[in-house]
């Protein structure tokens, strides 16, 4: 066994530290390092995942528009975001199992809180610490891979590794729609708090320390400022552009100020002695292209999950817990696509993984085009699990492309830049779907709401309608006809928030289908 072991460290491409782990623990330790990243990322992807069905009530209980509450989301996946960039210097800094303790600790007060706030902006808080732990953690799974599994059976341990993450988006809703109809919103923050507790003594059995003395790295706080200041006031911008108008001084402001901050945090990392990005990784055109690809895969995939609740509860009138069983099956399809996908991401070309990928994923959102009130529940179970299976499809080839090629010293500044920015393109997706959903709402309620004339037969024998069968209530003509008019008003309403869902999803294809430009621009690898 001993041989045996020495074979396969001298196949791997990994440290010292990492070494002496598997010759404690025998040559299967690669799995015990990888199970304790998944418990962590199945506690921190838990967490946004139950949120998103909770973000009705929500709004309910803070008596908050749809406008305050996407940054329950948006915020999160931002905050996700610059903990993907800080990733490689907190490890390089602390080491894997210092960091892990400490943002493991920090993602559990984040959940605490969020369960108590009584404060939208407290809750908001929350959710940016629960996001940038989740931001520092997920890149992990895929570094700690190219290290401790040779070439070749990579891709078959990113699928497998994945299950336990894609456990929670087809858990989640479930479990926190039991738990809001049973208790209250609130629970869902507090569940991610056992996951967490378990996490922190296997983080001291199976992740390394650092190698060696401590090494003497300065921060890049001018770039983190910089990068902080571009995303902030991009997504403020967008965000309450409808609200300002869009040709409004302070929207104008916002968004030229994101587009300086960006162009200075890049022309900062060019000159910067220790950059949170790492300029070179720039150099491998196929790197470039993968992250390409995973910006807009970001933004299409993030921006549909936070439409979805929000569509079954809000039209369909889905109780939470009847709205993550609808989206349950999806879940499982997705954890068991996975790792097949994985495994062909080692041995086929990944162009034809992510075209089909995307080609099911933009059929779904099509399909979704076509959903009303009275769509059945298994039709939008099944819509969504094909949906679910172009994502299990897409991801293994892009992260594996990206990483495949990447010398050592580059690959944990890889793993988390493309995390970071396909994370990115999801705050930029969530933000963008919100805006569009409330735009077409309102134009589709402007639309229908201008027929509704006084001379239209239609809204005349409508309203007589709706007076009559008030009749017998014992209200006056008058008293009548204004409460006929108070119900047609609201079931204009919900045909244009209907619309406005149906609009939102067509842009979702859109979205997605253009990611076919990106792919389409890869070589084919050298060995197929």
């Known amino acids: 066994m001993s041989a045996e072991l020495e074979t396969h460290l001298q196949a791997l491409n990994t440290t010292d530290n990492f070494k002496a782990l598997f010759r404690q623990h025998g040559i299967h330790y690669a799995w015990?390092?990888?199970?304790?990243?998944?418990?962590?990322?199945?506690?921190?992807?838990?967490?946004?995942?139950?949120?998103?069905?909770?973000?009705?009530?929500?709004?309910?209980?803070?008596?908050?528009?749809?406008?305050?509450?996407?940054?329950l989301s948006t915020g999160n996946l931002a905050a996700a975001a610059i903990g993907m960039i800080v990733q490689a210097w907190l490890a390089q800094t602390l080491g894997l199992r210092n960091m892990m303790l400490i943002v493991m600790l920090l993602f559990m007060a984040g959940s605490l809180i969020g369960g108590i706030s009584n404060d939208i902006s407290l809750l908001i808080f929350s959710r940016l610490l629960q996001g940038f732990a989740s931001g520092v953690i997920a890149p992990l799974s895929m570094s700690i891979i190219f290290q401790l599994f040779p070439s070749g059976r990579q891709g078959m341990a990113m699928g497998i590794s994945s299950?336990?993450?894609?456990?929670?988006?087809?858990?989640?809703?479930?479990?926190?729609?039991?738990?809001?109809?049973?208790?209250?919103?609130?629970?869902?923050?507090?569940?991610?708090?056992?996951?967490?507790?378990?996490?922190?003594?296997?983080?001291?059995?199976?992740?390394?320390?650092?190698?060696?003395?401590r090494p003497h790295l300065p921060f890049d706080w001018?770039?983190?400022?910089?990068?902080?200041?571009?995303?902030?006031?991009?997504?403020?911008?967008l965000s309450n552009g409808e609200k300002e108008g869009w040709s409004s001084e302070v929207i104008v402001l916002c968004l030229l100020l994101s587009i300086t901050c960006a162009y200075l945090f890049v022309h900062w990392q060019s000159k910067a002695p220790y950059p949170l990005i790492n300029l070179q990784l720039f150099n491998h055109r196929r790197y470039v292209i993968m992250v390409i690809i995973s910006f807009i895969f970001g933004a299409g995939l993030y921006g549909s999950s936070y439409l979805l609740p929000l569509f079954l509860q809000i039209v369909q009138e889905m109780s939470p817990t009847n709205a993550g069983i609808a989206m349950m099956p999806s879940g499982f399809i997705l954890a068991l696509v996975f790792p097949l996908a994985?495994?062909?991401a080692d041995r086929s070309d990944p162009r034809m993984l992510i075209t089909a990928g995307i080609f099911f994923f933009a059929c779904s959102c099509f399909l979704m085009v076509q959903a009303d009130p009275n769509?059945?529940?298994?039709?939008?179970?099944?819509?969504?699990?094909?949906?679910?299976?172009?994502?299990?499809l897409v991801m293994p080839p892009v992260s594996l492309g990206?990483?495949?090629n990447l010398p050592l010293e580059l690959l944990q500044q890889g793993s988390g830049t493309m995390t970071f920015i396909r994370q990115l393109g999801?705050?930029?997706?969530?933000?963008?779907?919100?805006?569009?959903?409330?735009r077409r709402t309102q134009f589709h309620l402007d639309t229908v709401t201008n027929t509704q004339a006084f001379d239209n037969s239609e809204t005349f024998e409508m309203?007589?309608?709706?007076?009559?069968?008030?009749?017998?209530?014992?209200?006056?003509?008058?008293?009548q006809y204004y409460i006929s008019i108070q119900i047609l008003a609201k079931l204009l309403y919900s045909q244009a928030v209907m619309l406005g869902f149906r609009d939102a999803f067509l842009i979702g294809a859109i979205v997605f289908l253009l990611t076919l430009i990106p792919t389409w621009i890869l070589r084919k690898p050298a060995n197929q």
């Open 342 to 344: 994985g495994r062909l």
């Open 32 to 71: 015990f390092a990888i199970g304790t990243v998944m418990i962590a990322m199945l506690a921190t992807l838990l967490s946004g995942t139950i949120v998103n069905v909770a973000i009705p009530q929500i709004m309910g209980s803070f008596g908050i528009g749809q406008d305050v509450a996407q940054w």
């Open 163 to 213: 299950i336990g993450a894609l456990l929670a988006p087809a858990l989640g809703p479930t479990i926190g729609g039991l738990l809001i109809d049973t208790f209250n919103w609130r629970y869902v923050f507090f569940l991610a708090v056992p996951f967490s507790l378990i996490c922190l003594p296997l983080t001291m059995l199976f992740l390394p320390e650092r190698d060696g003395p």
């Open 222 to 237: 001018t770039g983190l400022c910089l990068m902080t200041a571009a995303i902030t006031s991009l997504l403020y911008g």
């Open 402 to 404: 990206a990483l495949k």
């Open 375 to 392: 769509t059945g529940f298994w039709t939008l179970a099944w819509w969504m699990v094909l949906g679910r299976v172009g994502i299990g």
């Open 463 to 479: 309203t007589s309608q709706l007076s009559e069968h008030i009749l017998g209530y014992g209200l006056t003509f008058w008293d």
């Open 426 to 438: 999801g705050a930029f997706g969530v933000n963008f779907m919100s805006v569009m959903l409330t």
